[in-house]
Structures are given as C-alpha cells and as structure tokens.
C-alpha cells in the first residue's frame, strides 16, 4: 500500500509532524545532495520537499521530478514553470547516463518492483553521479507508525538494502540513520522531535533511527546479475523539458 500524492503533500504542508519531519530530514541530507552548475538532478517518488531548498530560479542547474502513476502527480515548483512528471516507475522519459543526481523519496519502499526500479535508476544516473535513497528503517518507530508516510510499504534493515543495491550493480558509500523521536502528531512526542534528533545524532544509533538515508553510486565494474527490465517503455527517451537556467 502507498499513499497517493494528495496524502503525501497534505502530510508535508499542512501539519506540524510534517513540517518538522521535512526540517529534520533535509538536515541530514544538507551537503549531500549539493550538485554543481550544469548538473542534473531528478526526484523520484516524492521528493518536492527535499529538493525545494535547492531549486533556484535562474541558477544554471536542471531538475526533473518524476512521480510514479500509482501515486499521481503534483506541479512543482509551486511559482515556477513545472519540471514535474507522471511516469511508469521503471520506464523513464531520460536519457541514459544523463542524471547527476537521484533522490528516491517515498519510492523504493512502496515499490512492487524494486529490482526494475533500480535498473532504471543505472540506466539513467551516470557513471559519476549520485544516487540517495530516503527509506524507513525496519527496527526504528516510524515503521512501525501509519501516522507518516513511512510507516507504508516495506522497510529496511542496512543489510536488506545493501544486497538489494550490490545485487543491482550500486555501491554503498554511507548510511546516515535520522529520525530518532516518536511520530507522534501532537504532545510530548511532537514536541521534543528535535531534542531527540540531537541526542540520537550524538549516539549515531542505527536501531534507534526510524529512517535510513543512503548514499550510493554505480558499480561499473560489477558483473550484470539481474536480467533487465523488459517492461514496454511507454515513453520514448527525450531530452530534459525544463531547464533553471536564466535566458538573456
């Protein structure tokens, strides 16, 4: 079961759990998802909130943001020409080894293809770029919890994820355990999220954090053990729509 995105962004905007829940995470994520002038970067799944802080108008960067169609589709940038798309989750409209950077939010979790899925994410990152991953993490509370989106799908131990991405050809370079309070949409709970989130970066606890953020990067060296997808691609590959770079 997922949630589909009118859930996801009513999480995210219009309650108090979200809000924090999106400040803590993109703590975390801060320099990792940093990228350079003329690079592409695409957020698959439900990435708006973790990449609105580093869209900027005019900056000579690219972003797309493809939404599964079992979840739907929002347009984003809110006040901006929309870089947004709905698409079949393992048959993407990119050009292979185009993107710098992928961030998987809210997908790899609620996938029925996990393996497809993350063929796609090779064919289309490049042989330098970056792929992080945002999944909750199966001994921490927020898996546990329907009160935020984590708590649907399937989550991850670090040794599950870790053979899903060598068995699909990626490398792991880290993972960084977030999340460490108890989801909980009002009280006590909700409001010592970010004491919690202190003392648990602090003990750095992998059980204890409801989240695993993970950095990975293609093995281009790896011995191809997973047949490829021969799902029907229902788009044709084209080049990036939209583009944050200013005309003169």
């Known amino acids: 079961m997922r949630l589909d995105v009118i859930e996801l962004q009513e999480f995210y905007s219009g309650s108090e759990l979200g809000r924090t829940t999106k400040e803590l995470i993109n703590r975390v994520l801060g320099a990792k998802i940093e990228t350079d002038a003329g690079s592409l970067t695409i957020g698959f799944g439900f990435a708006c909130p973790f990449l609105e802080n580093k869209f900027t108008e005019g900056e000579n960067k690219d972003f797309l943001l493809l939404m599964p169609s079992e979840q739907g589709v929002v347009s984003w940038p809110e006040k901006s020409k929309s870089v947004s798309a709905l698409v079949d989750e393992v048959s993407w409209p990119v050009n292979t080894s185009s993107a710098d950077l992928i961030l998987i939010s809210h997908g790899l979790e609620v996938s029925d293809n996990q393996d497809l899925l993350l063929q796609e994410v090779r064919r289309v990152l490049k042989d330098s770029g970056k792929l992080v991953i945002l999944v909750p993490n199966r001994t921490g509370f927020w898996a546990r919890s329907d009160s935020t989106p ?99």
């Open 150 to 248: 984590f708590g649907y799908g399937k989550p991850y131990s670090i040794s599950q994820l870790t053979d899903l991405l060598r068995k699909n050809q990626f490398q792991v370079d880290s993972i960084t355990p977030s999340l460490y309070g108890f989801p909980a949409k009002r009280g006590y709970w909700l409001k010592s999220l970010l004491l919690w989130e202190k003392l648990g970066t602090k003990l750095n606890s992998f059980f204890l954090g409801g989240l695993l953020v993970v950095e990975a990067r293609k093995d281009v060296y790896a011995v191809k053990n997973v047949k490829s997808s021969k799902a029907r691609r229902y788009f044709s590959s084209v080049k990036v729509p939209v583009s944050t770079r200013s005309r003169s």
